[in-house]
Structures are given as C-alpha cells and as structure tokens.
C-alpha cells in the first residue's frame, strides 16, 4: 500500500520527529498529531501552555493524511439532512464555523496548499448512467441537490446551480483543495519549535493527569484525545458511542485536465479531485460494502479498489492507470454528530467526524479546549 499523497515533494522532505524517551510534565498533552490534534495545540500555545505532543507513527499517518483532501463546508451530512436531524442552530452553526476554520487555514498556509477552487456536489456520477436504476436514481438525486441548495441559500451561504461537461448538482465557491499530508505536515513544521512533539510513540492508556506511552508516561492536568478512527480502542468507554470504518482510495496517472475542483457525486459517497500534475486522486465505494468496511483494517480491499476504478474512468471520461492504494480508519456516531466531550476529569476527546474530518476536526479541537480549560460546554452540533 503506498499512499499517493505522500510522493509530494514537500512530504518527501519531512525529516520526521524523535520518539518520546522519558517522562514528561507538561500543561497539557495531545494525543493524536493529525489536522485536529495539531489545531488543539495550536490553541493550546496561544493560551501559553507547554504542550507535548504524541502520536504513534508520522505526522498524519492516519486519516488525516490519507483523505481525500476536500475542504467542504459543514458537516458530513448535507446541509438540509443535517438541519432535519439536528435542527437548524447547530447544523448551520458547524457550517459556519467550518468556513471560519477554512479561511484561517488558508492564511496559515497560503493558496498554493489551501487552493480555493470551490467543490460540486454532482448527481449521479459523470457520464451516460450505464443501468435504469442508476438513471432513476440520478433524477431522486438532482432533485435533493436542489433542495440543499435552497438550505444553503436560505442561511446565506453561496451556491450556484452546476451545468456543465460533468453533468448536474450544485457548486459550492466557498469549499478548497488540499494534499492532506502536505496540511498536517506544514502545520507541524510551524509547531515543533514550540511544542515537545513526539512521533513513534504510541499511548498505551489515558486516565486523568496521565497518558502512559512505550517510552515514558506524560503528566498533564489537561489531556486531549484527538483520534478519529480507533478513538474506542484507546479509550474503551466511547466503545458504542463511536464506530471505526475504513475508508479506501486511489491516486491514477496523469488523464487531460476535466475536474476544476474537488467532485463528489452519488449522494457523496464516490469523490475525486485533479491535482495541478493531470493526476485523481479518488475515492468511495465503502456504501456499497457497508458491513465489511466496518473494521480496524486499513489494507485496500479488492471490491471497494474494483468499486473506486469504474469511478475513476467515470470522473477521467478515459480510461485510468492506478499508481496508488491506500486505506484509513475514521469515526462515525450514530446521530452523524462529532464527539466533543469530557471523558474523566481533564480528559476531553474529540472524533466520530462520519468521514468528513479535515476542518469540523479543528473545530472540535477548539471547542475541546475551550472545554478543558474554561468548562465551556461545546455547542449543540457536537454530541455531549
Ligand atoms: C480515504 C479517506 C478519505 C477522506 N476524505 C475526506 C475529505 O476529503 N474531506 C474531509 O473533510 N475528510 C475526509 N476524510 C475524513 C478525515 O480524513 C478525518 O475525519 C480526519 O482526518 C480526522 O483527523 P484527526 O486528526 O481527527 O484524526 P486522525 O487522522 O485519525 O489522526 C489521529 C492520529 O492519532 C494517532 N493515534 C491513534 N491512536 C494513537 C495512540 N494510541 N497513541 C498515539 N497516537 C495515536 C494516529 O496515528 C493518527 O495520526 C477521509 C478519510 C479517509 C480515510
């Protein structure tokens, strides 16, 4: 499995951090060192705590550098299914604060990471639908696109009709492109110099003041627990309130320039974005395999792979050549809200982003530490 994202030269160059080796006292320790760990001790120094900083393998070598790397607005649920669900102050609340998340990733960053290229939510799939079924459900699916754009519309968020070589759905200006790796990687280069990190370190239990790691045990009165996937194999009290899934990806060739921006479509399952070189980057499938992908495995499956090739001709409109497979895990919750919430005294832990991480995981991160240190309860769209 090699993971295509990480060919980019700037991920190439990352020398990579020491492994803890020895206790450590600190104000506060973050367990997880993705793009929501990395935002929690980002707040965490701007309050001027000492922080240290583990994870068990590199940087982003779960998820959050294996995604796809969308910046979307909002939550994993649309923005109209989220507002049935949950109401429309904490669905529209998220929404906001994502793109809040998004424009100071951008500053952070600049626009040669963060490209702000908008996203299309897409109905159905580019091309001729090959079956009835397909068709039929291309037709329910326009017909939903038109009603999440009247919920975007209705709450002042932009959104344009989309009409165009891809098909129908809906374009949303306000969404960004990333390589994810690229992101945590950045990030954690401007972090290191301020706070005690620690790769290749894995924490082996949490209780309050204490994560006790291979290497040494790290003494903290706040300890943040940022890992989406597997968040209930570290701490076994979330275990039913958080599911693990794997979610699988491919990195092609280089095909003719087709996608302007990131492309989600079949109700969002299916997704790829064309990086600046010609190469997609894409993934899906896993609604298909629902029961199977349900697993702490992160190798490629054969049927998701076969599922994820037929999308990535669809989206190239020409046949595609696979260079990279890879494969994460990510945290679902039943209701589709994140987890934001104190597990012991001190221990706050954040996940179950239901496969749309990248910005409603610094959100959470936030609203994490303004729990841990100021009590603040989070807002309603993060589940108590
Ligand atoms: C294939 C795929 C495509 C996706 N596409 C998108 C997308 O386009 N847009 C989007 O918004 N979201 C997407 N997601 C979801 C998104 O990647 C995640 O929600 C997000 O990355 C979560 O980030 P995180 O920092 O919270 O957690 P993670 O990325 O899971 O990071 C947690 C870190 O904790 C570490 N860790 C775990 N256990 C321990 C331990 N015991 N001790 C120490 N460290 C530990 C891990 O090594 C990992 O680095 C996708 C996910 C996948 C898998």
């Known amino acids: 499995m090699s993971v295509g994202w990480d060919a980019h030269p700037d991920v190439a160059a990352w020398t990579g951090l020491a492994p803890l080796d020895g206790d450590r006292t600190a104000d506060a ?10 935002a929690a001790i980002e707040a965490l120094l701007a309050r001027g705590l000492s922080v240290v900083g583990l994870d ?11 995604n796809g790397g969308f910046l979307l607005g909002g939550p994993a649920l649309f923005l109209h299914d989220a507002i049935a669900r949950w109401r429309a102050d904490a669905a529209v609340e998220l929404y906001r604060q994502t793109l809040a998340e998004l424009d100071r990733l951008e500053t952070e960053l600049g626009p040669d990471v963060v490209r702000r290229v908008g996203s ?3 109905a159905g799939l580019p091309g001729e639908p090959v079956t009835d079924d397909e068709a039929a459900d291309r037709e329910r699916e326009r017909a939903d696109c038109a009603a999440h754009a009247s919920a975007l519309r209705e709450h002042g968020i932009a959104v344009q009709d989309y009409a165009g070589p891809l098909g129908h759905g809906i374009f949303l200006p306000d969404d960004a492109a990333m390589n994810p ?10 972090l290191r110099a301020r706070a005690d990190l620690h790769e290749h370190t894995a924490v082996r239990s949490v209780a309050s003041g204490r994560a006790v790691t291979e290497h ?3 003494s903290a009165a706040v300890i943040i627990v940022a890992v989406d996937g597997r968040l209930d194999a570290l701490l076994p009290a979330l275990a039913g309130r958080v599911r693990t899934a794997r979610l699988q990806m491919l990195a092609t060739g280089p095909v003719p320039a087709r996608l302007p921006c990131p492309v ?20 899906g499938g896993r609604d298909r395999y629902v029961e199977r992908e ?34 994460a895990s990510v945290g679902f919750t039943a209701d589709g809200r994140p987890l934001c919430t104190e597990v012991e005294p001190g221990v706050v832990a954040l996940g179950g982003y239901n496969g749309t991480g990248n910005l409603v995981g610094p959100v959470a991160a936030r609203a994490a530490v303004a729990l841990a240190l100021d009590g603040v309860t989070p807002p309603t769209c993060f589940a108590p």
């Open 29 to 38: 320790c973050v367990i997880g060192l993705g793009g929501s760990g990395l």
């Open 181 to 190: 790796a690229r992101r945590a990687l950045s990030l954690a280069t401007r």
């Open 264 to 283: 989600y479509g079949r109700w969002g399952y299916d997704y790829a974005q064309q990086l600046p070189d010609g190469t997609l980057a894409v993934g």
């Open 216 to 218: 040494g045990t790290v």
């Open 294 to 327: 349900w697993t702490d495995e992160v190798e490629p499956s054969r049927p998701v792979q076969r599922h994820i090739e037929r999308v990535a001709a669809r989206m190239a409109g020409v046949p595609v050549t696979v260079r990279h497979r890879w494969g």
């Open 56 to 66: 068990t393998g590199r940087v982003a070598a779960g998820a959050a550098g294996r």
């Open 120 to 122: 299309i939510r897409l």
